[in-house]
């Protein structure tokens, strides 16, 4: 009778903890009110073409001084042209909830990731959950899919724990399409971080052991290439993860940088100080953020010197088709991708080209 009851229980507080956590997503202000970026001093986790999505985060004052704090997160969207950011959703959570796992796309419709379900906050403010994701961590999200590794296994092989295999689950209207997912990397090949794999149109990338992985989303295909280890740094790059990736050019961390296509290495701080804290690459030009400023750097040119682009007051710089955008603390900028190094001649007494910047507005 005891067991039953304690059986009881536990579904009694299952049950619970579920309805809690549907309800943490309820809006609960009638007529929300909206948020000035520059005035609140709001986070920014999330930057498209045409939007950018924030969040305040409120510390619930009775879990202050718990082992993990709680706080209300309140997430905000605005159109890059307006001043004014509007209420969207709100979620209860640790400190730091939606660093990740939050995307937007064209008509203003918020993805974001709650434990293991996707859910959406429509532009008119409802917001819908998809089934869960069972055994796997969801590590990326995009308009049309999630990467999702399903889990870790133990292995009886001398070497303990090996990744799962990665799947990618296609998104149809407000769901997740389980029977069109496809398994981008079988199991032991990678243990994916919450900024893999990489993506440039339909092509997804990762770094294992020394070798690039590409997945096409359209045709399934799955390819590999090595990665030259003239340099002798095969450890760094074996432990390294791609971290931007423009079909042409592939980043590996902060200072290595690869041909996509053959895995020779283009760049790397080992013989050219340049090529350090790296976060972006368009048409071989390189972009760097070192003392508060944007620079951009000549891949292909090692004796070209950093061209200085513009300071950036707040990090990080946010990427995206058109360029990369600054957030200024009262507005935002655009960097327009560049296709050639502006002419940099301060060395020599005269003056460097300008970068013309367009204030979104």
Same mark, same amino acid.
């Given at each position: 009778?005891?067991?039953?009851?304690?059986?009881?229980?536990?579904?009694?507080?299952?049950?619970?903890?579920?309805?809690?956590?549907?309800?943490?997503?309820?809006?609960?202000?009638?007529?929300?009110?909206?948020?000035?970026?520059?005035?609140?001093?709001?986070?920014?986790?999330? /930057?498209?073409?045409?939007?950018?999505?924030?969040?305040?985060?409120?510390?619930?004052?009775?879990? &202050?001084?718990? &082992?993990?704090?709680?706080?209300?997160?309140?997430?905000?969207?605005?159109?890059?042209?307006? @001043?004014?950011?509007? $209420?969207? $959703?709100? +979620? /209860?959570?640790?400190?730091?909830?939606?660093?990740?796992?939050?995307?937007?796309?064209?008509?203003?419709?918020? $993805?974001?990731?709650?434990?293991?379900?996707?859910?959406?906050?429509? @532009?008119?403010?409802?917001?819908?959950?998809?089934?869960? *994701?069972?055994?796997?961590?969801?590590?990326? /999200?995009?308009?049309?899919? +999630?990467?999702? %590794?399903?889990?870790?296994?133990?292995?009886?092989?001398?070497?303990?724990?090996?990744?799962?295999?990665?799947?990618?689950?296609?998104?149809?209207?407000?769901?997740?399409?389980?029977?069109?997912?496809?398994?981008?990397?079988?199991?032991?090949?990678?243990?994916?971080?919450?900024?893999?794999?990489?993506?440039?149109?339909?092509?997804?990338?990762?770094?294992?052991?020394?070798?690039?992985?590409?997945?096409?989303? %359209?045709?399934?295909?799955?390819?590999?290439?090595?990665?030259?280890?003239?340099?002798?740094?095969?450890?760094?790059?074996?432990?390294?993860?791609?971290?931007?990736?423009?079909?042409?050019?592939?980043?590996?961390?902060?200072? *290595? *940088?690869?041909?996509?296509?053959?895995?020779?290495?283009?760049?790397?701080?080992?013989?050219?100080?340049?090529?350090?804290?790296?976060?972006?690459?368009?048409?071989?030009?390189?972009?760097?953020?070192?003392?508060?400023?944007?620079?951009?750097?000549?891949?292909?040119?090692?004796?070209?010197?950093?061209?200085?682009?513009?300071? /950036?007051?707040?990090?990080?710089?946010?990427?995206?088709?058109?360029?990369?955008?600054?957030?200024?603390?009262?507005?935002?900028?655009?960097?327009?991708?560049?296709?050639?190094?502006?002419?940099?001649?301060?060395? %020599?007494?005269?003056?460097?080209?300008?970068?013309?910047?367009?204030?979104?507005?």
């Amino acid at each position: 009778m005891r067991s039953r009851m304690t059986y009881l229980t536990g579904v009694a507080i299952v049950l619970l903890a579920s309805l809690l956590a549907r309800q943490s997503l309820a809006v609960e202000e009638t007529n929300p009110p909206r948020i000035r970026p520059d005035r609140d001093k709001s986070k920014v986790v999330c /930057v498209s073409d045409d939007w950018a999505v924030y969040r305040n985060s409120e510390l619930i004052e009775s879990t &202050r001084f718990n &082992r993990g704090p709680r706080f209300i997160h309140r997430f905000y969207r605005q159109q890059l042209s307006e @001043p004014d950011a509007n $209420f969207a $959703f709100r +979620i /209860v959570g640790g400190a730091g909830w939606g660093d990740h796992g939050v995307t937007i796309k064209p008509d203003g419709t918020i $993805f974001f990731v709650d434990h293991h379900t996707m859910n959406w906050c429509d @532009p008119d403010g409802t917001v819908r959950s998809s089934a869960e *994701v069972r055994n796997g961590m969801i590590r990326r /999200v995009y308009v049309d899919g +999630i990467v999702v %590794q399903a889990g870790s296994r133990s292995v009886n092989n001398g070497k303990g724990i090996e990744a799962a295999r990665a799947l990618f689950i296609p998104i149809k209207g407000s769901n997740l399409d389980f029977e069109h997912e496809l398994e981008i990397a079988p199991a032991g090949v990678k243990s994916l971080q919450y900024d893999e794999p990489a993506r440039h149109g339909d092509v997804l990338t990762w770094m294992a052991e020394n070798t690039l992985h590409f997945f096409n989303l %359209q045709t399934g295909a799955r390819s590999t290439i090595p990665v030259d280890d003239k340099n002798g740094a095969e450890f760094s790059l074996r432990n390294a993860s791609v971290s931007a990736f423009d079909g042409d050019t592939i980043l590996a961390g902060s200072n *290595v *940088v690869l041909d996509a296509k053959t895995g020779n290495r283009l760049a790397s701080n080992w013989n050219d100080k340049r090529i350090n804290r790296l976060f972006a690459t368009r048409s071989r030009i390189a972009y760097r953020l070192k003392d508060g400023q944007l620079d951009a750097i000549d891949i292909m040119h090692p004796n070209r010197l950093a061209v200085h682009l513009e300071v /950036v007051p707040t990090e990080p710089v946010w990427q995206n088709s058109k360029g990369l955008l600054i957030w200024t603390g009262t507005e935002w900028k655009l960097v327009p991708w560049l296709t050639s190094l502006p002419r940099e001649d301060a060395e %020599q007494g005269g003056q460097p080209d300008r970068v013309t910047l367009i204030v979104i507005s």
